[in-house]
């Protein structure tokens, strides 16, 4: 089936480094997006891979690997304004989304 | 502020009543996405216009119906409502058919009783 898994939460102090990871089974695989998502708001875009590699925007970095069917995102010197839910989501064939679970981070003080 | 808009923020209604959420897309921007996310869910991908046509479909229920207009604001019509229907209903916009960035509207919190 089509699915993409993330670890349901993460936990990390103010100023540190997390890695989010996202699996993916999906067919006409196209990329990975990733979005942040506030309690109580809408997503919102942060990064976009549809090579195998590192794409840095800022303190946020995301990653590809095709043969794997793996992605993370990399957030680097934490801040209290990060703690939401970051969710990864495929782009398929015939202009399809697939969004996975999303990963809820708490930044601690 | 992502330059999505939609309508109404809130809406309660019975079950077996139907229901219509509105969407205006950002200024220029020709494709709408409608998705919908529940507690138990995530986001799901219902459907997608691109200059009024329909380009994709996710998981939309035969009861759901969307469209987009002349002048680019989409809806989505809910019908035969269920409990299950509750959730929170986005809308989204990019400027092409087959955009990884998408904008985001503020949702449509809807609640079936």
């Known amino acids: 089936g089509q699915s993409l898994e993330q670890p349901s939460e993460v936990t990390a102090v103010e100023g540190a480094i997390v890695q989010i990871n996202c699996t993916y089974q999906t067919s006409g695989f196209y990329g990975l997006s990733w979005y942040q998502q506030h309690d109580g708001g809408a997503p919102t875009f942060l990064s976009y891979?549809?090579?195998?590699g590192l794409e840095e925007t800022g303190r946020f970095s995301s990653f590809l690997s095709r043969s794997d069917s793996y992605g993370y995102l990399l957030l680097q010197e934490l801040q209290m304004k990060d703690s939401a839910s970051y969710f990864c989501a495929a782009l398929r064939g015939t202009y399809k989304y697939i969004f996975g679970t999303g990963t809820r981070l708490k930044v601690l003080a | 502020d992502s330059g999505v808009t939609q309508t109404p923020k809130h809406l309660i209604t019975a079950t077996g009543q139907r229901v219509t959420l509105r969407c205006s897309p950002r200024s220029g921007d020709l494709s709408v996405y409608w998705y919908q996310q529940s507690l138990d869910q995530g986001l799901q991908f219902l459907i997608q216009y691109y200059n009024g046509e329909e380009r994709a479909k996710g998981n939309i229920l035969e009861r759901f119906s969307a469209q987009q207009f002349p002048d680019l604001h989409s809806e989505l019509n809910l019908s035969s409502l269920e409990l299950g229907d509750s959730a929170l209903y986005f809308c989204a916009s990019s400027s092409s058919v087959n955009s990884y960035e998408q904008y985001f509207g503020p949702g449509t919190r809807l609640t079936v009783t």
């Open positions: 891979n549809a090579l195998d």
